[in-house]
């Protein structure tokens, strides 16, 4: 599967940005998808995860309550609403999908990764 994301940009602390994530190839339904985000200088870490169902969610501690992870079959897409941004969240995000069952927050458990998107907030 094929991933493009999107929605990236500047925002001031305590603005929000919606990212996208558009999936093309094979059945979009068979996978597991999540967001990774990487800053200068440190290892990629997981955001956040949804199910291939969509029922099912997980969510890094330090983005819980501020980013809503959601999917949309009918479009083969996947979203990262981002709100209450913080400096720290200053980074890279990727989108990734996995033949998993549930969620997984381990980068080995996606095959496919997007070419990822900048996400700065200013303080």
């Known amino acids: 599967v094929q991933l493009v994301e999107s929605g990236g940009g500047l925002v001031q602390a305590g603005g929000s940005l919606k990212l996208s994530c558009a999936a093309s190839g094979r059945i979009f339904s068979m996978y597991a998808m999540g967001w990774f985000r990487q800053a200068p200088g440190k290892e990629r870490e997981f955001v956040a995860a949804i199910a291939r169902s969509g029922s099912t969610t997980d969510y890094a501690d330090s983005v819980k309550g501020r980013f809503t992870i959601s999917r949309e079959i009918t479009n083969n897409t996947i979203y990262l609403q981002m709100n209450s941004l913080k400096p720290e969240d200053t980074a890279i995000y990727y989108c990734?999908?996995?033949?998993?069952?549930?969620?997984?927050?381990?980068?080995?458990?996606?095959?496919?990764w997007g070419q990822g998107t900048q996400v700065t907030v200013s303080s």
């Open positions: 990734a999908a996995g033949i998993t069952l549930g969620t997984s927050r381990s980068l080995q458990a996606y095959s496919s």
